[in-house]
C-alpha cells in the first residue's frame, strides 16, 4: 500500500492531497427483549481522497482501492470547480512530515474472542435485566467492537497507520406500569480489549433497578433551580453547550462568534479549568495523530476562568495564525476530517459532595444524560435521572429532567466544583455536520450551578 | 459465481442487498463555499438461514468472500428466523428517478448555495448564512433464493440553508430544509424566502408568555408531536411491549379530524420506493383514520413475530433508514398528515396569544415512547393580538404528544409541506402544552 499511495500521490493534482485508507473489523450484537436483533462479525474498507487546488476542497469517497488515482483527479476537478467561487483561499498551516506506524496491543484482543462468546455475553446481560422485576417489559442490550486500520498518505510525505480499537456496552432497560413507560440505561466504551466488557452484570441490574424505581419518580415541575450534576450530565455539559462552540472551524467565517470567542475573554469562575486533552491511551477514539497526520495535544480551553484556546484543524489554524492542535478527525472513510473534540474534561475542584448540597433549599441532582443538544449559546440537555435536593439534603426520585439555558451564562453560574473527578467515554458517540457517532470521551467533578432553567409540566 | 449463488450452497435460504450511492455534495459555510465532495460508494449485506438460523454480515467495497463466511458463521450462532425470505415479485413501479436531478451540476448547486448566501444577506447583512446542497442517485436491489430479484434507481436532490444571527447575548440559529426526489419538488428560491420571513418575525426579541398558552406547531416544529408516534407505530414496538399503542386497533386515540398515512408508493415521495429494503412491495398504509387507530407498520421479522402482514416498512439503518450495515427494522415511509382548514396566516389570527414553534432543540432526548416530550424551543415566535410580535428565547415546551394529539388539538392547517424527509404535514395549532420561560 505504501509504494503504491507514494506513487499515486506523486501524480496527484493540487497545492495538497492526501488518501485516507480503512479497513475496519467490527462486530455487533444487539438483543431487543427476546429477540436477537442483529448477531455479526464483518470486515469493510473504503476510503477517501482531498485535494486542495487554487485554494479550493475537492473530496471524493468511493470504496474501490482501484479508484484511488481517479478520484483524485475527480477531487482535483472538483476543487478547481469549487475555487471560482472561493474569496479567501483556504490555505494549510505547515507540519512537519510524519512516518509512523502505530500498533496497539490491548488485553483480550476482541477479534481473536468467537462471536458465540459475545452473543452469549450480551444474552446474560440481557436475561440479567429481563428477569430483574415483572415490571420490566422489554431490554436492548448491544455490545459492538471495532478495530479501524487507517493509512493516511499525503503528498507532503506523511504515511501513517494507526490501529484505533473500540468497544461498547449499551445495556437498558424498559420498565412499565399501567400505562407508564420508563427507561433506564447504563453505557460504556473505551479504546480496549474484551476484558473491559467482561463482568458488568452489576451494571445490567443497575439499568433494570432504576427503570423500575422511575416508574415511581415524580415528574420534575418545570421552573428555576439550583442544580448539582453529577460528573457525567457535568462532562455532557461541558462538551455540548461549550466544547462545540471552541471548535475554530464553526468560527472561521462567523465574524461576530469570533468576537464572542476573544482569547483572553472572561468565561466562567476563576475555579473553572476547562481540558481538551490530545491523547490518553486506552480511552475511546485515542490515538496519537489525527486525521491529517498531526499529532494530538493537551489544550486549556479555559484556564482561570479566562478563554485560553481553542481546537484547530491545518486550515482554520493557517487562517487564524495559531497552531493545529491535532483536532481534525474523521468519523469513518466515508468523512473528511473537520474540527472535533476527544478528550474533553471540567479539571476537579475542592468541594465534598455535602459542600455542594449545603443551603441548598429547594433544588435538582441531576444525574446521566439521555442526551444533549447546542445551538451556539443555547443548550439543552436530559438527565437520565434525579433527585430533589430538599435543605441540603437528597430526597425523592425525579423523572424528565431536561435541563436548558445559556452557556455563557451558565458558565458565570458555576458556584462550585466538587473534587471527585471521573472520565467517561459512552457507548454512543458525538454528532457534527452529519458525522456520528464519533468516539469521545468527557469528564468532570460534580459541579453546582445556580438559575438553571428545568422543562416540565 | 455471485455472492448469492456462493451463499445458496451454503445456506437453505439467503438475501443479498446491495446499494450503490453515486452523488455530489457542496456546503458553504458563513456565505463561502467551503468544500464540493462527490461519493460512490457501494455497502452489501447478506442474510442466510442455515439449519433454520438466521445470520447477517455486511461490507463496503468488493470482499465478496469474506461477506459469504461471515454471513454463515453469524447463523451458526444465530437464532431460529421466524420469517423466510418472500418472493419478490415486481407488481407496480413507484416513480422514484428524476432524469432531471442527475442533470444538476456541480455548478449548478453553487450557484444555488451563492444565490441563497447572497439573498439572505443583502437584506439581512449581519446575518452568517451556511449552506448545504446534494444531488445523487442510489441505485438498490435486492435479490434472494427465491430466484427473484429486485432492483431500482432512486434520485435525491437535497437543500438545507442555515442563518445564525449573533450577537452578544442573543444568539439565534435557524434553519429550513427540504429532501426531494424530483428536481421540481424543491424550489431554493423557496427555501430563501422561508428563512427570510423567520428572520423578518425575529428581529425582536419578546417575553414568552407562560403556563398553557395555545401553541401553533408549524410543520416543522410538528416533529415534537410527530417522533413519539413514528416510534409508537412500529410494529416491533408493539410486538416489545413498549408502545402505547399496543393493544389498541381499531380505538379512538385520536382527534377525530387527524388521519395519518404511511405511503411508500407516493410518485416521488422522499421515502418512496416499489420495495422495501428486503423486496417487500410497498403500500399505502393508513395509520390513524378519523382519530381511530387502523395499522401499525412492519417488516418481515416483526410481522412473523406479530403474526401480523408485512407492510414494506422493512428499512436498513432502522427508524430514519440508509444504513446498509444494518439489519433492516420497521420503518416509516412517507407519513402524510391530512390537511384541514387555514392558512398559517389564519391560525395566527385564530390563536390571538399564543407561541409559534418552528425548530426545537433536545428532539428526542426525552422519554419518546411514553410521548413524552421536553425541549428547548430553539426558533419560535410570540403572536399577540392575532400577529406574531417577536421571537422567543430561552424557553421550553413540555408536553406528552399522544395527550395532546388526542384532547387538545385546536385545528389542523391546510398547507401541508414536506419535512425532515419523512413527513408532510400542515401546521398544527393545539393546546395543553407546558410553558416555561425566563
Redesign the interface.
Known amino acids: 500500500m505504501k509504494a503504491f499511495l507514494k506513487g499515486v500521490l506523486k501524480r496527484a493534482a493540487g497545492e495538497y492531497a492526501e488518501v485516507r485508507w480503512e479497513e475496519v473489523t467490527r462486530s455487533r450484537v444487539v438483543f431487543?427483549?427476546d429477540?436477537?436483533?442483529?448477531?455479526?462479525?464483518?470486515?469493510?474498507?473504503?476510503g477517501i481522497v482531498r485535494v486542495l487546488a487554487d485554494g479550493?476542497?475537492?473530496?471524493?469517497?468511493?470504496?474501490?482501492?482501484e479508484?484511488i488515482p481517479k478520484?483524485l483527479e475527480?477531487?482535483a476537478s472538483?476543487?478547481r470547480?469549487?475555487a471560482g467561487?472561493?474569496?479567501?483561499r483556504i490555505r494549510l498551516a505547515p507540519v512537519e512530515p510524519v512516518e509512523d506506524s502505530v500498533t496497539v496491543s490491548v488485553e483480550e484482543d476482541f477479534r481473536e474472542v468467537p462471536?458465540?462468546e459475545k452473543?452469549k455475553l450480551a444474552q446474560r446481560y440481557n436475561e440479567l435485566i429481563l428477569g430483574y422485576s415483572k415490571e420490566i417489559?422489554?431490554s436492548s442490550v448491544r455490545y459492538t467492537d471495532s478495530m479501524r486500520r487507517v493509512v493516511l498518505a499525503n503528498t507532503e510525505g506523511t504515511y501513517i497507520e494507526q490501529e484505533i480499537p473500540d468497544v461498547t456496552l449499551h445495556l437498558a432497560a424498559?420498565a412499565?406500569r399501567n400505562?407508564?413507560?420508563?427507561?433506564a440505561f447504563e453505557s460504556l466504551g473505551e479504546a480496549a480489549g474484551y476484558e473491559f466488557v467482561k463482568d458488568r452484570e452489576e451494571k445490567a441490574l443497575a439499568a433494570a433497578k432504576r427503570a423500575v424505581e422511575l416508574l415511581s419518580a415524580k415528574p420534575v415541575k418545570?421552573?428555576?433551580y439550583t442544580v448539582v450534576l453529577d460528573q457525567e450530565l457535568a462532562g455532557v455539559f461541558i462538551h455540548e453547550a461549550f466544547g462545540h462552540i471552541c471548535e475554530a472551524?464553526f468560527l472561521?467565517?462567523?465574524?461576530?462568534?469570533r468576537k464572542?470567542m476573544q482569547l483572553g475573554k472572561r468565561f466562567g469562575v476563576e475555579a473553572l479549568n476547562v481540558v481538551e486533552d490530545g491523547y490518553i491511551p486506552g480511552r475511546r477514539g485515542n490515538a496519537p495523530y489525527d486525521d491529517e497526520g498531526v499529532r494530538r495535544r493537551k489544550i486549556y480551553l479555559i484556564r482561570g476562568g479566562i478563554l485560553t484556546g481553542l481546537m484547530h484543524s491545518r486550515a482554520t489554524a493557517a487562517a487564524t495564525g495559531m497552531e493545529p492542535t491535532g483536532n481534525a478527525r474523521a468519523v469513518s472513510w466515508?468523512h473528511?476530517p473537520i474540527v472535533r473534540m476527544r478528550n474533553t474534561y471540567i479539571e476537579p475542584g475542592e468541594a465534598t459532595f455535602e459542600e455542594l448540597l449545603k443551603g441548598i433549599d429547594h433544588g435538582i441532582y441531576a444525574k446521566g444524560a439521555?442526551?444533549?443538544?447546542?445551538?451556539?449559546?443555547?443548550?439543552?440537555?436530559?438527565a437520565a435521572y434525579a433527585y430533589e435536593i430538599v435543605g441540603g439534603e437528597i430526597g425523592g426520585m425525579l423523572?424528565?429532567v431536561?435541563l436548558?439555558?445559556?452557556v455563557?451564562e451558565t458558565l458565570r453560574n458555576i458556584e462550585l466544583l466538587g473534587k471527585d473527578f471521573e472520565l467517561k467515554g459512552g457507548a454512543g458517540g458525538c454528532g457534527k455536520d452529519g458525522q456520528s457517532p464519533l468516539p469521545v470521551t468527557f469528564g468532570a467533578p460534580h459541579v453546582r450551578i445556580r438559575d438553571v432553567?428545568?422543562?416540565?409540566? | 459465481m455471485g455472492i448469492l449463488e456462493k451463499a445458496a450452497a451454503k445456506a437453505k435460504e439467503a438475501e443479498l442487498y446491495e446499494e450503490y450511492r453515486e452523488g455530489?455534495t457542496?456546503s458553504f459555510?458563513?456565505?463561502?463555499?467551503?468544500?464540493?465532495?462527490?461519493?460512490?460508494?457501494?455497502?452489501r449485506a447478506l442474510r442466510v438461514i442455515v439449519d433454520g438460523k438466521l445470520?447477517?454480515?455486511?461490507?463496503?467495497?468488493?470482499?465478496e468472500d469474506?461477506?459469504v463466511e461471515?454471513a454463515v458463521?453469524?447463523a451458526?450462532?444465530?437464532?431460529p428466523a421466524p420469517f423466510s425470505f418472500p418472493e419478490l415479485k415486481g407488481e407496480g413501479e413507484v416513480k422514484v428517478l428524476d432524469p432531471e436531478v442527475q442533470e444538476l451540476s456541480?455548478?449548478d448547486l453553487?450557484a444555488w448555495g451563492?444565490e441563497a448566501a447572497k439573498a439572505i444577506t443583502e437584506e439581512f447583512p449581519?446575518i452568517?448564512v451556511d449552506v448545504f446542497l446534494s444531488r445523487g442517485e442510489s441505485c438498490v436491489r435486492v435479490a434472494n433464493t427465491t430466484g427473484g430479484v429486485r432492483e431500482e434507481r432512486r434520485s435525491y436532490f437535497g437543500m438545507y440553508v442555515e442563518a445564525?444571527h449573533?450577537?452578544?447575548?442573543d444568539?439565534w440559529?435557524l434553519w429550513v430544509g427540504k429532501t426531494v426526489r424530483r428536481r421540481e419538488d424543491l424550489s431554493p428560491e423557496m427555501l430563501v424566502s422561508q428563512v427570510i420571513r423567520y428572520l423578518r418575525w425575529g428581529e425582536r426579541v419578546v417575553p414568552s408568555p407562560a403556563g398553557r398558552p395555545p401553541v401553533l406547531f408549524t410543520p416543522r416544529g410538528a416533529v415534537v408531536l410527530y417522533l413519539p408516534l413514528l416510534v409508537g407505530f412500529s410494529g416491533?414496538s408493539v410486538y416489545?411491549?413498549?408502545s402505547?399503542l399496543k393493544g389498541r386497533l381499531g380505538e379512538e386515540a385520536f382527534d377525530r379530524r387527524l388521519t395519518i398515512v404511511d405511503d411508500g408508493t407516493l410518485p416521488f415521495g422522499p421515502r418512496s420506493g416499489s420495495f422495501d429494503d428486503e423486496g417487500v412491495p410497498t403500500g399505502r398504509l393508513p395509520l390513524v383514520e378519523g382519530g381511530v387507530i387502523q395499522h401499525f407498520y412492519y417488516d418481515l421479522?416483526s410481522a412473523a413475530?406479530a403474526g401480523a402482514e408485512p407492510t414494506g416498512n422493512g428499512m436498513k439503518g432502522g427508524f430514519f433508514g440508509g444504513g446498509f450495515?444494518?439489519?433492516p427494522?420497521p420503518g416509516p415511509r412517507n407519513i402524510l398528515v391530512s390537511p384541514g382548514e387555514g392558512t398559517l396566516e389564519e391560525l395566527i389570527a385564530e390563536m390571538k396569544e399564543g407561541i409559534i414553534v418552528e425548530g426545537v432543540?433536545?428532539?428526542?432526548?426525552?422519554?419518546i415512547?411514553?410521548g413524552?416530550f421536553?425541549?428547548?424551543v430553539?426558533t419560535g415566535f410570540v403572536v399577540k393580538g392575532g400577529k406574531v410580535i417577536g421571537r422567543l428565547k430561552?424557553t421550553?415546551?413540555?408536553?406528552n404528544a399522544y395527550e395532546v394529539l388526542k384532547d387538545h388539538l385546536v385545528a389542523i392547517g391546510a398547507e401541508a409541506e414536506w419535512c425532515h424527509g419523512i413527513y408532510r404535514s400542515p401546521a398544527l395549532l393545539v393546546e395543553g402544552v407546558?410553558v416555561?420561560s425566563?
Not at chain 1, 85 to 88: E, I, K, P, S, T
Not at chain 1, 179 to 183: E, K, L, N, V, W
Not at chain 2, 29 to 43: M, T
Open positions: 431487543q427483549r429477540q436477537l436483533m442483529a448477531l455479526e462479525s464483518s470486515r469493510e474498507a473504503g479550493a476542497w475537492g473530496i471524493a469517497v468511493f470504496t474501490d482501492p479508484e478520484r475527480e477531487a472538483l476543487a470547480a469549487a467561487h472561493v474569496r479567501n462471536l458465540e452473543r417489559v422489554s424498559v412499565r400505562g407508564d413507560i420508563q427507561q418545570g421552573g428555576r472551524d472561521l467565517r462567523n465574524e461576530p462568534m464572542l466515508e473528511e439521555f442526551g444533549g443538544q447546542t445551538e451556539f449559546e443555547q443548550f439543552t440537555f436530559s423523572r424528565d431536561v436548558t439555558g445559556n455563557f432553567i428545568v422543562g416540565g409540566k | 455530489i457542496v459555510k458563513g456565505g463561502e463555499l467551503e468544500k464540493v465532495k462527490s461519493e460512490a460508494v457501494l455497502g445470520g447477517f454480515a455486511s461490507t463496503a467495497g468488493e470482499e469474506p461477506l461471515a458463521a453469524s451458526r450462532h444465530g437464532d456541480p455548478d453553487l451563492e449581519g452568517i445564525q449573533v450577537k452578544e447575548g444568539i440559529l416491533l416489545m411491549g413498549t402505547p421479522r413475530l450495515r444494518t439489519p427494522s432543540l433536545g428532539l428526542g432526548q426525552g422519554n415512547q411514553s413524552a421536553s425541549n428547548n430553539g430561552n421550553m415546551i413540555a408536553g407546558s416555561v425566563r
